[in-house]
Structure formats: C-alpha cells, structure tokens
C-alpha cells in the first residue's frame, strides 16, 4: 500500500508570470516517453509483478521503493504544470459568478495546448507536450529481474537528456526548480540500477555514468541539492519496510565521481519536503454548480466539524 503525505517531496517557487507554453513544455516531463509517468509505472508494475520477492528482497525493495518516490515526481510535475498554467501565488476574489460576455481567456485559444485548459482547467493531464496521451506501451515488464534493471537504467539515462532539454527551455524558477530536483533524483535512480546490476552480473555499470555526461553542479537549481547530499540519499518511503535495499544503495559504495563525495545511505521514511501550493479559484472561468462562496462556505462547516 502507499501511504500520502499532504507536501511536494521539493519546495517549488511561485511563477513570475503565467505562462501555458512553458507549463506544455513541462508536461513532457509528465507524459513523454521518458516522463514520469514512464518510470512510475515501469517500475510500481515490476514490482507489482515480481517473482522470488523473499528470495530476492533486496532487489524487490530498490524497485519498491524508488515506485513511491516517483508517485511523488508525477505529484510534483503535475503541481508545476498547474502553476504555470495559474500564473503568481495570489488572492484574487474567488466570489461571485464571474462576468463571461468580454471574452475573458481569449488568448487561451491560440496556447500550444488549448485543451490544457479548455478540457482540463489549466491543470495537468498524463499527456506529453504535443498533447499526445501517455499510453502502456512504455511499460516493459518481463519477469526477468536483470532485463527488467536493464531497462529501468536506460529510462532512468534517457530520462536524465528529457529533463536537461526541458530545463533549457525554461525560464521561470517553477519549471526550472522542478527539472533540476529531478535531474539530481533520476541520477540517483539510475547509480541504483546500475549498482543493483553489478551485484547480479558483475559488470560496472556504475562506471558508464553519468549518461549523458551532465555535469549537475553547474546547474544552479541542481547544486543545492547536491550540497545537502541528496545524491547519496535513497528513501524507503516507509516507517519499517525496504531497509534491506541498503545491501545495494549502501554497504561502502560512495558517491558518483564529479559529486560531492560521501557514502550512500538508506533513508527510513520520506524527505522534508515543501507545501502545494494553493491555485486561485476563478469563477469565470470553472463556474461551478453553487457560487464559490456557497462552497467555501460548506467547506468550513464540514472543517469545523472534523476538528
């Protein structure tokens, strides 16, 4: 089972501006091939499906584990579509029915993804920059532990060039802030792949990273989290579960060359975090059954009696 925490695994900054094109360019980190959506469902159906759990607990736990991490990814890109796509943090009056006969969003129509918002809301949806749905056909998994490591090393590499052609795109601190946590995170998943492999096969993996060859300290958005050492850091997700994974992502192995460096470890639980933050209601544009206020006002009944 997955247990939720009500925060971003990364403090995201508020938008200098809204802006739909940069929030499309990001859903390619959601839906593209190697998007999010990608490595979470490789690896949460792998795990759903793999055989000798006990036999090969170390292993399952890797797989295990980095699955609710990336629930967590998919979580924190989706937040930072619909930012971009809202604009600043604000509190613009979210009350009264909203005046519609001016044309309000005209601009909206020529977007690079207009059915962002008109059939979305501005929010984020498990497509890819184009506007194409993610589909299963990203999905390998073959029941063979090694190809199924094999294949989640090269998504994890593929994943780290999608993110860098993203960021490079980007202005705003959100979708920057979003592709260098990511990048520093997918770097961590891809060592851990190839670690868990040498202990199968024997083959230095780890020795052909990092690929591509990104030198993350030179990214500002990614340093910060280099300096805090999330490069060594894997996270159970768990109070109790997954610790036996530290026989991989542990057990003397050290940070990758070119990284600050230090020893890996295993993290019981799950990082800090940051908030969510709050998108601005707006009547004219989501006209919801009850007035907004209407709402508002129930909500705070129902806040009140849960206390």
Same mark, same amino acid.
């Given at each position: 089972?997955?247990?939720? $925490? #009500?925060?971003?695994?990364?403090?995201?900054?508020?938008?200098?501006?809204?802006?739909?094109?940069?929030?499309?360019?990001?859903?390619?980190?959601?839906?593209?091939?190697?998007?999010?959506?990608?490595?979470?469902?490789?690896?949460?159906?792998?795990?759903?499906?793999?055989?000798?759990?006990?036999?090969?607990?170390?292993?399952?736990?890797?797989?295990?584990? $980095?699955?609710?991490?990336?629930?967590?990814?998919?979580?924190?890109?989706?937040?930072?579509?619909?930012?971009?796509?809202?604009?600043? #943090?604000?509190?613009?009056?979210?009350?009264?029915?909203?005046? $519609?006969?001016?044309?309000?969003?005209?601009?909206?129509?020529?977007?690079?993804?207009?059915?962002?918002?008109?059939?979305?809301?501005?929010?984020?949806?498990?497509?890819?920059?184009?506007?194409?749905?993610?589909?299963?056909?990203?999905?390998?998994?073959?029941?063979?532990?090694?190809? #199924?490591?094999?294949?989640?090393?090269?998504?994890?590499?593929?994943?780290?060039?999608?993110?860098?052609?993203?960021?490079?795109?980007?202005?705003?601190?959100?979708?920057?802030?979003?592709?260098?946590?990511?990048?520093?995170?997918?770097?961590?998943?891809?060592?851990?792949?190839?670690?868990?492999?040498?202990?199968?096969?024997?083959?230095?993996?780890?020795?052909?990273?990092?690929?591509?060859?990104?030198?993350?300290?030179?990214?500002?958005?990614?340093?910060?989290?280099?300096?805090?050492?999330?490069?060594?850091?894997?996270?159970?997700?768990?109070?109790?579960?997954?610790?036996?994974?530290?026989?991989?992502?542990?057990?003397?192995?050290?940070?990758?060359?070119?990284?600050?460096?230090?020893?890996?470890?295993?993290?019981?639980?799950?990082?800090?975090?940051?908030? $969510?933050?709050?998108?601005?209601?707006?009547?004219?544009?989501?006209?919801?059954?009850?007035?907004?206020?209407?709402?508002?006002?129930?909500?705070?009944?129902?806040?009140?009696?849960?206390?």
């Amino acid at each position: 089972m997955f247990l939720r $925490i #009500d925060k971003l695994q990364a403090e995201l900054p508020a938008p200098k501006r809204r802006d739909p094109n940069a929030a499309a360019a990001l859903q390619e980190l959601l839906g593209g091939k190697y998007g999010e959506m990608s490595t979470l469902n490789n690896y949460m159906f792998q795990s759903f499906n793999f055989r000798s759990k006990e036999k090969l607990r170390p292993f399952y736990n890797l797989v295990a584990s $980095i699955t609710a991490e990336e629930l967590g990814h998919v979580e924190l890109v989706s937040n930072g579509v619909a930012m971009l796509n809202n604009g600043p #943090d604000s509190d613009l009056d979210e009350t009264g029915g909203g005046d $519609i006969t001016g044309a309000p969003f005209e601009e909206m129509k020529d977007i690079r993804l207009a059915a962002s918002f008109l059939s979305g809301g501005g929010g984020a949806m498990p497509m890819n920059s184009n506007g194409n749905p993610w589909n299963m056909d990203f999905v390998t998994t073959t029941g063979n532990v090694v190809l #199924d490591l094999l294949h989640n090393f090269h998504l994890e590499c593929g994943a780290r060039l999608h993110k860098l052609r993203v960021y490079e795109t980007l202005s705003d601190p959100t979708g920057r802030e979003v592709c260098g946590y990511l990048l520093v995170r997918g770097s961590v998943h891809a060592h851990a792949y190839a670690l868990a492999l040498k202990q199968i096969t024997g083959v230095a993996i780890e020795q052909m990273l990092p690929t591509p060859n990104i030198n993350l300290g030179q990214i500002p958005e990614c340093a910060k989290y280099l300096e805090e050492g999330s490069h060594r850091r894997l996270y159970t997700f768990s109070p109790n579960d997954y610790k036996e994974m530290a026989g991989i992502w542990g057990n003397g192995e050290m940070a990758l060359p070119g990284d600050p460096a230090g020893e890996l470890t295993v993290v019981d639980g799950a990082p800090e975090g940051g908030k $969510i933050h709050q998108l601005t209601g707006v009547p004219s544009a989501f006209t919801p059954d009850y007035a907004p206020e209407e709402m508002f006002e129930i909500a705070e009944q129902l806040y009140k009696k849960s206390r």
